[in-house]
């Protein structure tokens, strides 16, 4: 049997996870069921934005927001998340549990407002994940610095945490740390780390858009920053997960924290439609695309391993770039402030769309 393409990023080992969530789709016939049996998607993210989109056009929500009615719009988002995420856990319960925790994880946003504050995230991250009780639940904490110091805390108390936001190899490195360092803490406290998962969401198509802009028209190193970027952040979790250090907590039953490449569908359309899919495509990932990419993959994706071994000349793509007066380190700087802007605008629109059916 012929396996298509989204098929072969398993065979990869790397994991497609669905980046978009609504109510229909967890119905015992609907969208997600679907791509689960078909082993088209092995996990699912979420986050506010895509609820806001869901409310505002699919009439499953219609009989929970009736019964919210009164209460305050956050409280109610908050509740209408849970459910949808909850539920998304339930129909990966059995890929979780075949795999033995390496697939069907779900991830849930903290509240953006808490992505500069350490204390608050710990602090919401462990009632969240205390609250909807799934095994294959993640939490999603920004990977800002007050973000980054949580990481280890809410790890070593045994929750799973996809670290989000992430732009640079620098911060990437810093995520890589956080994670070893929670397994470490977990580890010596006689914690379990044979369950525990993490990914770190990697950002790329923002990282293009924002370069090309500096470039302009019709410049040779249009669209290159984004996928050598990724690829040499790559490199880094070859380099930390290849080590002594590693192997003493695998030995304890850790998993590799995997990549998770986000924001993966182009921007520019005189780009490839799967170009980040397909260049990003290699062992110990996870790519979560929605579902426009994942239709444009399994339509015409051309897929192999592009990731392994080719650090060498995407450090010397980034040189070029810099050679052109692109500083990266900027960059990447700007797209975090800008990603907390917008997941916190995004909260808020969700918010305003709930208030706007319970009141």
């Known amino acids: 049997m012929v396996r298509n ?52 056009d699919d009439h499953s929500y219609d009989e929970q927001l009736s019964q919210l009615h009164g209460e305050d719009p956050r409280d109610a988002l908050w509740s209408i998340m849970k459910a949808d995420v909850r539920h998304a856990c339930e129909l990966f319960l059995p890929l979780y549990d075949d795999s033995d925790g390496q697939h069907g994880q779900v991830s849930i946003e903290l509240d953006p407002a808490s992505a500069f504050d350490t204390d608050k995230s710990v602090s919401e991250g462990m009632t969240l994940f205390t609250d909807l009780d799934r095994p294959n639940l993640m939490i999603k904490v920004p990977g800002t610095e007050p973000g980054l110091a949580a990481v280890p805390r809410l790890l070593a108390e045994g929750v799973n945490v996809n670290i989000t936001l992430l732009f640079s190899v620098a911060r990437y490195e810093a995520v890589i740390a956080a994670y070893f360092e929670g397994l470490r803490q977990r580890a010596e406290a006689g914690g379990d780390l044979r369950r525990l998962s993490s990914v770190a969401s990697f950002f790329v198509s923002r990282v293009d858009s924002k370069v090309d802009a500096l470039l302009g028209s019709g410049h040779p190193l249009l669209g290159t920053a984004a996928i050598a970027n990724a690829r040499v952040a790559y490199e880094s979790l070859q380099r930390a997960f290849d080590g002594p250090r590693w192997a003493e907590l695998a030995e304890q039953g850790a998993r590799v924290q995997r990549p998770l490449w986000a924001s993966t569908s182009t921007k520019d359309p005189s780009y490839r439609d799967v170009l980040y899919v397909e260049q990003l495509a290699g062992p110990d990932t996870v790519d979560t695309m929605p579902e426009a990419t994942l239709d444009a993959v399994r339509d015409h994706g051309v897929i192999a391993d592009r990731l392994s071994g080719s650090g060498e000349e995407d450090r010397r793509a980034l040189q070029r770039l810099a050679d052109e007066g692109v500083d990266l380190d900027q960059v990447t700087k700007e797209l975090e402030t800008e990603g907390v802007e917008k997941f916190v605008a995004s909260f808020e629109a969700a918010t305003e769309t709930v208030r706007q059916h319970i009141t």
Not at 36 to 54: C, D, H, M, R, Y
């Open 5 to 56: 393409p989204l098929q072969q990023l398993r065979d990869l080992q790397q994991a497609v996870w669905l980046d978009s969530i609504r109510r229909s789709y967890l119905q015992p016939d609907g969208y997600l069921p679907g791509l689960i049996a078909a082993g088209e998607v092995q996990g699912l993210t979420s986050n506010p934005s895509i609820f806001e989109k869901a409310l505002g």
